[in-house]
């Protein structure tokens, strides 16, 4: 069981917005704002896309935004394409021993 | 241009030793912590450690410290990640990865991974 929760999958149509959450505690997404989000195509390592909590590294779309309220953390994706469907995971420190944890990944399906 | 360039595919046997490797360059190699995260086949990352190559500090995760070895040699910017006697459920993709400027929190630049495959 990961550390941060996530939904298994989410989906969405062409030029629609999706949001994926990411629930911890105040321990880690919570307490810190050193969240960040990696995209992962099949077959390939992952690729920072948000770190922390809301920004975005240089060449990354402005259709990838992130936000946190509380113990929960958001990616948004704007104007959906076909090549956003990708396996998605958020991270964040936290105090514990443990460094930092990553979500268990949400599959994101471009319909 | 930063790059992360880790050693090919491994086929190994439980009981025998390992060493992985991840060559970095286009940056300076001692000034960025360098980290280690698994994923099992199908499964999710798990963060396993990191290591910053100016000064060897080294970090692990509770869940593989004890199960692995993390160091690097500065004198040619490459990092290893080690066994001293694999398990089948060692099976998995490694990657190694930067962290950002400012820390470890975060990683910019990824790996291509390591699969370690380990069976009688």
């Known amino acids: 069981q990961s550390a941060l929760t996530q939904p298994a999958s989410v989906s969405g149509s062409p030029g629609q917005s999706i949001t994926i959450s990411c629930t911890g505690t105040?321990?880690?997404?919570?307490?810190?704002?050193?969240v960040s989000w990696y995209q992962q195509h099949p077959g390939k390592a992952p690729k920072l896309m948000i770190y922390?909590?809301?920004n975005r590294p240089s060449g990354v779309s402005n259709r990838f935004s992130g936000s946190k309220s509380g113990n929960t953390a958001s990616l948004t994706i704007s104007g959906l394409q076909a090549e956003d469907e990708a396996d998605y995971y958020c991270?964040?420190?936290?105090?514990?021993?443990?460094?930092?944890?990553f979500g268990g990944g949400t599959k994101l399906t471009v319909l | 241009e930063v790059q992360l360039v880790q050693s090919g595919a491994e086929v190994k046997k439980p009981g025998e030793s390992l060493k992985i490797s991840c060559k970095g360059s286009?940056?300076?190699?001692?000034?960025?912590?360098i980290g280690w995260v698994r994923q099992m086949p199908g499964k999710g990352l798990e963060w396993m450690g990191i290591?910053?190559?100016?000064?060897?500090?080294?970090r692990y995760s509770p869940s593989f410290q004890g199960q692995v070895t993390i160091s690097a040699d500065k004198s040619i910017s490459t990092a290893y990640l080690q066994w001293s006697s694999l398990k089948a459920s060692d099976t998995a993709m490694y990657y190694c990865?930067?962290?950002?400027?400012?820390?470890?929190?975060?990683?910019?630049?990824w790996g291509q991974g390591t699969l370690v495959t380990v069976s009688s």
């Open positions: 990865a930067r962290g950002v400027s400012y820390g470890w929190f975060h990683f910019d630049y």
């Open positions: 286009g940056y300076s190699f001692t000034s960025y912590w």
């Open positions: 290591i910053y190559p100016g000064d060897s500090d080294t």
């Open positions: 105040s321990s880690d997404v919570g307490g810190y704002n050193y």
């Open positions: 922390d909590v809301s």
């Open positions: 991270s964040s420190y936290t105090s514990s021993s443990t460094y930092v944890v």
